[in-house]
């Protein structure tokens, strides 16, 4: 495999950085899965984690090497959970986080971003946008802009993901991982390429938010206007292209679904495993319903990585509301 920006060795040693709450997350067999989905499914349960997400992988190294050379301050844009990452590791730290994100995120996640002791910055507009502004505010204030995806901590995070996959029997033919700025697909790409070439490697994007798989198919950035998904945790406009060169070296495959698919999706992981899934952690389970023949006979792992959803929109999605989030 050609070299990426990811580092193996780098990858290891940051095991011993994150917080174990946020590693050695299940893996284990859904069968309960796989009378609808015609092949035999493992899920990689990213959000039984105090943020509910895998974001808190990469965090954590941005976190402690900031702390290490005595910053005191750090910023980021996020859809959601990115922010809600770095503000619990930077809490644990002593940093002081500003998170700038849509006023049209979920207000569960914007509410959670608060209650980790945040400073919570809305902007009007979608994600890039709010690029756009937690820029600004690190070259006014002279701190660090966390830029997840580019970073090469918050892929290196992610990337521990794939170090759990690999290590655990029974070994799998194929990964379905949720596509949007590309930190966890390039991150567990590298690590399953470099250690079991032969898992195919499948990165699944909303057909209303598909500038990371087009730019994927083109070998070349490709920007889009908007995006129209409900998966908001990967409806970004604008590939960074150093993201794009590594993920063209360990993605096998990029997959579009459609919203129907990922509401499906959601209502499944519900029903048969018990979960209670954001749209993002339902695109494998939906890129496994849109084209069964391909996986029919194969050992699938599928990657739910995050479970911050809000609860009436959970409701008008899945036509249901869950006795744990009635609470929630």
Avoid at 13 to 24: C, S, T
Avoid at 64 to 80: E, H, I, K, T
Avoid at 191 to 196: D, Q
Wanted: proline residues 5%; contains cysteine; hydrophobic residues 45%.
């Amino acid at each position: 495999m050609q070299e990426t920006r990811l580092d193996t060795a780098r990858i290891r040693a940051g095991r011993r950085v994150i917080d174990p709450i946020f590693l050695d997350t299940p893996l284990y067999r859904c069968e309960a899965l796989e009378p609808g989905l015609g092949c035999e499914v493992s899920i990689k349960l990213e959000t039984a984690n105090p943020i509910r997400s895998f974001k808190a992988r990469g965090t954590e190294l941005v976190a402690s090497l900031l702390a290490d050379q005595g910053s005191r301050a750090v910023v980021c844009a996020s859809a959601g959970n990115l922010g809600q990452a770095l503000a619990w590791s930077g809490r644990g730290r002593g940093l002081d986080v500003t998170v700038v994100a849509s006023r049209f995120a979920p207000a569960a996640k914007l509410d959670r971003i608060r209650a980790l002791d945040a400073r919570l910055e809305l902007v009007d507009g979608d994600f890039d946008t709010a690029r756009e502004r937690a820029a600004a505010i690190a070259r006014r204030d002279g701190i660090r802009l966390v830029e997840d995806s580019l970073d090469i901590e918050t892929c290196e995070g992610a990337a521990t993901i794939g170090l759990e996959l690999v290590a655990t029997p029974p070994s799998f033919d194929a990964v379905l991982i949720a596509l949007g700025g590309g930190a966890m697909a390039t991150g567990v790409g590298h690590v399953v390429k470099a250690l079991a070439p032969e898992v195919e490697v499948i990165c699944v994007q909303p057909l209303g938010a598909p500038a990371m798989t087009r730019s994927w198919r083109r070998r070349r950035v490709v920007t889009t206007d908007s995006t129209d998904t409900i998966a908001d945790g990967v409806a970004g406009r604008r590939p960074i292209p150093a993201v794009l060169d590594d993920l063209l070296l360990v993605a096998d495959d990029a997959v579009l679904v459609q919203e129907t698919s990922i509401v499906a999706g959601m209502r499944m992981l519900l029903d048969h495993a018990g979960l209670v899934v954001e749209p993002s952690a339902a695109l494998g389970v939906a890129a496994i319903l849109e084209d069964p023949d391909r996986f029919a006979g194969r050992h699938v792992v599928t990657i739910v990585c995050g479970g911050n959803v809000d609860v009436d929109a959970y409701r008008r999605w899945v036509g249901a509301t869950p006795p744990d989030l009635t609470t929630a």
